[in-house]
């Protein structure tokens, strides 16, 4: 960029913004253009716009629309403020020529491309990528962009009315989804009405008629005192007229939809039932004024004109199926409902000149009853059918389905809070010590752990909850030894806090300080602090768990050790590396062992805290949580077909 005498008394900025976008520019493509904004005082301003395109695997798949402006300004806020005016425009003519919903334009982040000094100015908006399936969109044509925006930026007249119309186009664009027609008429009739003026001098410009004689053509009077207001009845005629091009039957629903909204006289499935007759004409009739206003080249107006509105919202897919078994409520115990989760994810992209073909694979979890099962029938894409389409049909070849059942160590995993929180709300806390505070607060540590292991299980990553469950299992072994008859008790607990102090890293005076009092306070409520703990490998729970612990070792020290666990076998000469694992041995290995670990922390927590709880239910979910640990253990080891140890598919 040069830099103009404007310019020497200012840095140069750098803002980039995003949005949501169903319009694509290809990978390989994008637009460029520099801009003067005399309006916000500023100069020569370049602004990029392109698709972030990712690599996924396989596959390059587009997401957020971006948009860059660089220039000069006062200060980082002041580039901030002014360069987002700028860009936002481009955003709306992006979603205006592919006629596709953009959502809103974001800054995403700033920063001063020169430093001063060592230094620069920057600031970062922390917004989510967009990730999962993609949702339907359409590639932009650059040539088209280009030419609508040079011709909205060189429009000679009504430049403010057309750029509200479109700004209200964009915003219908937002809501036009199934179930939202009336929300889009309303804005498409706001830019109607602000079209109305621009039209009106267009005609009277080209004929070189008066606004009166105008009015005179379409029969109205403009010099009868009982009716003067000839020019509010004359933007009425050209909206049906010259808009709406003579379509009385879409304008007079159009109308009334707005006065019925606008003056709360109808009730809105009133309003909502004119929308759906009325909507998608519509915005044809203002897409095409729009056009004409800008007077864009006579072909690429045709082309403009000839893309289709495209609703990429409202697809919904539709599971039907039959739930089979005798169980009274075929929900889960501890859910409301039986239900599947769903996950779509796209399994392959074909790129076939500036058209892509998108197979998704459809993945669905019963959470059921465990005497409950599903046999799937069908599944069903509903969404809006426009211009004459056919209804979607899925087969078997376009999306992929795998029925997973229900694991067992779900409901495993979801018995053991309701265990917790019925022994903890029998406790009382005003009558801690500082011993048993200490210790309190590494149950709280281990429920933390727990929990999260029940997160990550539930997201197919059972090898990332493994240091969790390394924690867990660490606990769970202090826990009994605080609970071993002939053992320090709760001084196990005191010594752990003060060998967390010693690692801290603080300063060794006040660390000793610290050391002297908690010593000082345990001894006064006569508890017997070890001069170290014992290590927890020689502990019950940890000798039951040694294989789980021995890998949750693996994965907190960041071994190889741990990637073997993610392989699991592509065919018979290849091994394929897994981000996360459908359930199988490793998963339930892993649960069943946070569960294991977890309930023998608690029944020695109820010793130590004097805890109410019902020991048999404890002791029975102990039991079953160990069977089906053993079970996986042997699977996991020994894997069926496979001789791999660390695949998770046996």
Partial sequence: MVATTADADRGEYIVVLQARSSARFLPEEGWELVVNAPELDLQAIRVRTFTRWVDDGSKHLPRELVVEVRGHATSLDDAVAKFANVARPIATMVGFVANVRVGPLEVLLAYAWAPTGQEREFLQTFIADERGALTEGRIIQTRLLEAACLAYITVPTDSARISRALRHYELALRDWYIGGEWLALNHLWIAAENLTKAVIRKIVAATGKSEEDLAHDHGLATDDPQRPRWKALLGARIREKVIFRGDTETYKAANDASNGLEHGIWELDRIAKQAIMCADKTFQYIRRTIIGLLDVPATLADELNNIA?????????????????????????????????????????????????????????????????????????????????????????????????????????ESVMPLVEQATASGEYARHTQASMFAFNMFGQAVAFFQSIHVLVGARQPVEAL??????????????????????????????????????????????????????????????????????????????????????????????????????????????????????????????????????????????????????????LLGQARAVNESAAQLHLFPAGSGDLGTDSG
């Fill in 309 to 413: 509105l495209k609703d990429v919202q409202s697809m919904r897919k539709v599971v039907r199926g039959q739930l089979t078994g005798t169980a009274e409520d075929p929900a889960l115990e501890g859910e409301r409902y039986p239900r599947l989760e769903w996950s779509t994810g796209t399994e392959s992209v074909v790129r076939e000149g500036s058209a892509f073909r998108m197979r998704q694979r459809e993945r669905m979890t019963v959470r059921v009853h465990p005497d409950v099962g599903f046999r799937l029938e069908r599944l069903e894409v509903h969404g809006r059918l426009e211009n004459g389409q056919a209804p979607i049909q899925v087969s078997g070849e376009e999306v992929s389905v795998d029925h997973t059942p229900g694991s067992p160590v779900s409901t495993l995993l």
């Fill in 467 to 620: 240091p969790a469950l390394r924690g867990l299992g660490i606990l769970s072994a202090r826990f009994e030894q605080m609970d071993a008859p002939d053992g320090p008790c709760l001084g196990v607990a005191v010594r752990g806090v003060l060998d967390a102090l010693a690692n801290f890293g603080a300063d060794a005076e006040l660390v000793e300080t610290r050391q002297r009092e908690i010593l000082t306070v345990a001894q006064a409520q006569a508890v017997v602090v070890p001069a170290e703990l014992v290590g927890p490998e020689t502990t019950a729970i940890c000798r039951s768990l040694e294989m789980e612990m021995k890998f949750a070792t693996w994965a907190a020290d960041g071994t190889y050790g741990t990637a073997g666990l993610h392989l699991q076998r592509v065919d018979s000469e290849h091994l394929g590396f897994h981000v996360t694992l459908d359930p199988g041995p490793l998963t339930e290995l892993v649960a069943t062992a946070a569960v294991i670990a977890m309930l023998q922390l608690l029944g020695h927590a109820v010793s130590l805290f004097g805890w109410n709880l019902e020991h048999d239910q404890l002791n029975q």
